[in-house]
Structures are given as C-alpha cells and as structure tokens.
C-alpha cells in the first residue's frame, strides 16, 4: 500500500471490468503489479466469487505461459484497511497483446518489435499455457475468458495467460463446467455452443484461442466494425482463406513480408479455422493445436536456415 501511495491514480497501469490494476514498485527492488477488485452496486457477490476464482486457481498451480500469482489481501492486512480485495501478480512490463495490436498510443516504430516472429512466439507460449490448464492439471481448469487482454507480455515478450475470475474446474465425467446462471466470457471470442447451453468445455477455450490466432495474424479485432450482419471474423477468415484475395487477411503492419512468413501466417489462419469450428466435437484439443504451430514455427526456421527439418 505505501508502495502505491495507498492506491493512488498516479500508478495505474491498466483497468477492466473487474478492477484497477496498479504498478508497486517495493522497497526490495521488486516490481509487481496489484489489481484492486472494483465493488459495484449489485455486481459485489459475483466480484468476490471472481476474486475466490483467482486465488483458489492460480494459488495452486505454476507454468511459464501462466501469470504467476504471489499473493493476496483481503479487506486487512497487518491492521491496515485496504477497504476492497486485492491480488498481487508477477509484473508484465510489456503489457497485453491487445495494446501492442490495438492501442493508438503504442507508436508504430514499437509496434514494429510485434514482427511475425513474435507474434509466433506469442501464439505457441499461449497455446502451451492452456495445454497445461487442459491437460496436466488436476482437476483440469477451463479458463472462460481467453483473449488479447488477457494474454501478457513480459520483457522478453513471452505470453503469459492471465485473469482467471470466470476459472472453472472439471469436475464432471463429461468434460464440461456445471451450467450457470450468469454468462461468462468477452463478445467476439466466445464459443457459438455456450450461448445457448451455458455449459464450458476445453472446446470452449479452443475456439476463444483460435480468435487469438485470427487477431495475431490479421491485426484486427473480432468485433471491427468491418464485421457487420452475418459477417463475423470466423467467416471473412473462411472466405478469404482460399481466394486469390487472401492477402487482405494479413496485418498490414508486418510488411513487406518475407515469403517463409507469409506462408506460415496462412498456416496459422488455418489452425484458427480448425480451433473455431461450429460443432466442438471437431475442433482439435489444446495440445494438438499448440504441437501444430511449433510445427509451423519449426519449419519456417528450417527454410530460414536452410536447413530440411523433419517434423
């Protein structure tokens, strides 16, 4: 608290929905970054449950591609009132994907570090995290909420899967989360079945991902205003996929384009269609999609070096 001057407008680095984010630089050198939960009229009960979400989660498991959780208050600490639940996390000095794509105060020369290669790296470190959350995790965790904002950046721009409030365990046989009563997820990334059922599986997340994959590699948002009536990003992404148009799938912001590239992001666009498939049966698991862009990735720097690489 004194490390933010008590949560003073001057360190806020971030905000959403769900709260404030601020940067706290402590007296032992360590930078991290505290989120404050906001507590709003009628929204109280279920900000605390996302809070419990977050702590319950990310209290207990660890992984390179996951924000790492180190610790909590609740309304006291050592006598001192922080009137509101805070979180403290790792901290991500290069901030969300989502503003290194999107914001308009990010200057086009920074935004040129965001090159294909990055962008590559970013897409394999989430895929990996959420193949750790599917499959290594007992029980298995279903995130809900995959998407740019969520997805931070270190100094070394790798990708660290954050915001876990609307986590659910696997409990049941099926593979899904208990139907609830409120809805969960971000317009633009959320699966088509969960509309209706309200029940989230692992498929669920894929599909969230696959947006992530379209976003990385055309630089748009899935809401643009571009995307109006039937059109959604799911379907300009299929249209133009196989059409002597396709270039204009690509962010204009990574040219020229070198060819090995150019071909890899098409690579990549086509696992996004595989992942946002409307029947969740046919969409590929998280470990198989993170295996198919370290393919990707692998092979393109096999024709960088010239090397045959044998996948």
């Known amino acids: 608290m004194e490390a933010t001057h008590y949560l003073n407008d001057e360190f806020i680095i971030g905000s959403g929905g769900a709260g404030i984010v601020y ?93 294909w290669e990055t962008r590559m790296k970013i897409a394999i470190g989430l895929a990996k995290g959420i193949e750790y959350l599917h499959h290594d995790c007992v029980p298995r965790i279903i995130h809900r909420d995959i998407k740019t904002s969520n997805v931070l ?78 059109m959604d990003m799911v379907r300009w992404v299929q249209l133009l996929l196989g059409s002597p148009a396709r270039e204009e799938l690509l962010d204009d912001a990574l040219k020229p384009f070198a060819p090995y590239e150019e071909s890899s992001m098409y690579e990549v666009l086509d696992v996004a269609l595989q992942c946002t498939r409307t029947a969740p049966a046919e969409r590929p698991s998280s470990r198989h999609v993170s295996d198919l862009l370290r393919r990707i990735s692998a092979s393109t720097q096999g024709v960088v070096s010239g090397k045959k690489i044998e996948l």
């Open 153 to 230: 950046l270190d100094g070394d721009m790798e990708a660290h899967l954050g915001d876990f409030g609307l986590a659910k365990a696997v409990v049941n046989p099926a593979g899904y989360t208990e139907s609830t009563s409120w809805f969960a997820g971000s317009y633009g990334y959320i699966a088509p079945e969960y509309a209706f059922s309200m029940k989230a599986t692992e498929k669920s997340d894929v599909y969230s991902m696959g947006i992530v994959l379209m976003e990385l590699v055309t630089g748009l948002m899935p809401t643009d205003r571009s995307f109006e009536g039937d």
């Open 23 to 115: 940067r706290a630089e402590l007296s032992t050198g360590e930078t991290v970054a505290v989120k404050k939960f906001l507590h709003k009229e009628g929204d109280a009960f279920l900000l605390d449950k996302c809070f419990d979400r977050e702590v319950k989660t990310l209290g207990r498991i660890r992984h390179r591609h996951l924000v790492k959780l180190l610790g909590f208050l609740s309304g006291s600490n050592n006598g001192v009132r922080t009137g509101t639940n805070l979180l403290v996390y790792e901290y991500m000095e290069n901030g969300s994907v989502w503003d290194w794509l999107h914001n308009s105060q990010v200057s086009n020369k920074k935004k040129k570090e965001l090159n």
